[in-house]
């Protein structure tokens, strides 16, 4: 099999997680991605074939930006057709970015079976080119089955890999412990609202409270100067290698609402704080959290309504509500569909023409 999406760790790793279900049934797998550093990262120790090519986004351009995007994209789509003719799988999946158009189309066009995997309520615009010419879509939430072809998609849920399922099943997460994600890139908005909001409230802290905190490249020794100068213990990082320790080891999350993070909060089961990207694509990351709101597994809190103090407030009463935080956490479980995996990779084994 081949899979191909990247960019950021939400098209990335779903796509590593049926990769490992389909590598345990036996399979082979390709990764066919672009150079950004996240991809290099994270698919350095794993036991997959890598190839590069060339891509870019057009959506949000600039003309003459968008025109080179265009030509980076069609030089992405030979390159896939060189790499896809020697490697040869019996299935093409695609889990979204703007990498995955070259790479399906040329598997389109060759012959090789495709699937495409949709993580989000609202598919972004390389989805939903995509999701015309590919042989099955698999979709994270119900509702969003209207993008594509009724006839060919199927609700699957959002596949997590299996270091952070297992992480699951063996942690009860610490009461004082505070897990703070921006997304793989980093959430300045985020950040800053976080580490002052406690920063405003540090003698309020409950014992022995820490924030483990991912910031991207761009924020973190600011972020790790505010916790310092409040006398805060913290551990900031760029980018946090073993998330499956990282969310077993946490109380209570304050996150983004990327579609792969809200699938993972809610296979660990933890309450969440979640703080919807303002921008995202359609408003996708606002509907996303919306389905854990409803369900009382999260609080959604506008970033345009942020006010620093009030958010520390919050984090302090969840912290001190161990009663809420469990029941939060009863219902995040209820919407984790931890097999989903395993259920997208039947379905790439299934289109294998023997």
Not at 31 to 60: C, D, Y
Not at 153 to 170: D, H, K, L, M, Y
Request: glycine share 12%; aromatic share 6%.
């Amino acid at each position: 099999m081949v899979v191909s999406g990247g960019g950021t760790g939400g098209h990335l790793f779903p796509g590593i997680a049926v990769a490992e279900a389909f590598t345990a049934a036996g399979g082979e797998v390709m990764f066919i991605g672009t150079e950004r550093m996240i991809e290099a990262r994270v698919l350095r120790n794993r036991p997959f074939v890598f190839a590069a090519i060339s891509a870019a986004g057009i959506k949000g351009r600039g003309a003459w930006t968008r025109i080179g995007a265009i030509f980076c994209l069609i030089r992405g789509f030979f390159q896939s057709l060189r790499i896809l003719r020697r490697f040869r799988p019996g299935v093409v999946m695609g889990t979204g970015g703007y990498v995955t158009v070259p790479v399906l189309l040329a598997a389109k066009i060759l012959g090789f079976a495709t699937l495409l995997h949709e993580q989000n309520s609202v598919p972004g615009l390389a989805n939903r080119f995509c999701g015309c010419f590919v042989s099955r879509v698999m979709v994270s939430l119900p509702g969003s089955e209207v993008w594509f072809g009724r006839g060919k998609t199927v609700i699957s849920g959002n596949p997590v890999r299996q270091t952070i399922i297992a992480a699951a099943a063996e942690a009860e997460g610490a009461d004082t412990r505070l897990l703070v994600l921006g997304g793989s890139q980093g959430a300045h908005g985020v950040n800053a609202a976080v580490s002052h909001g406690l920063a405003a409230v540090r003698e309020d802290l409950p014992p022995g409270f820490i924030v483990v905190h991912q910031s991207g490249g761009e924020d973190r020794d600011e972020v790790e100067k505010v916790y310092q100068a409040a006398g805060i213990t913290a551990e900031v990082s760029a980018f946090i290698d073993d998330m499956a320790a990282a969310y077993g080891m946490a109380g209570l999350i304050v996150s983004r609402a990327g579609a792969t993070t809200l699938a993972e909060i809610c296979v660990v089961g933890r309450a969440a704080v979640l703080v919807p990207y303002p921008f995202a694509t359609d408003d996708h990351q606002n509907k996303n959290a919306d389905v854990l709101v409803a369900a009382g597994a999260a609080i959604k809190v506008k970033e345009s309504d942020i006010v620093p103090e009030e958010l520390g407030r919050t984090l302090i009463a969840l912290m001190n509500d161990s009663g809420r935080r469990k029941e939060m956490a009863v219902a995040a479980r209820g919407l984790a569909r931890p097999g989903a995996a395993a259920d997208i990779a039947a379905a790439c084994m299934a289109l294998v023409v023997p």
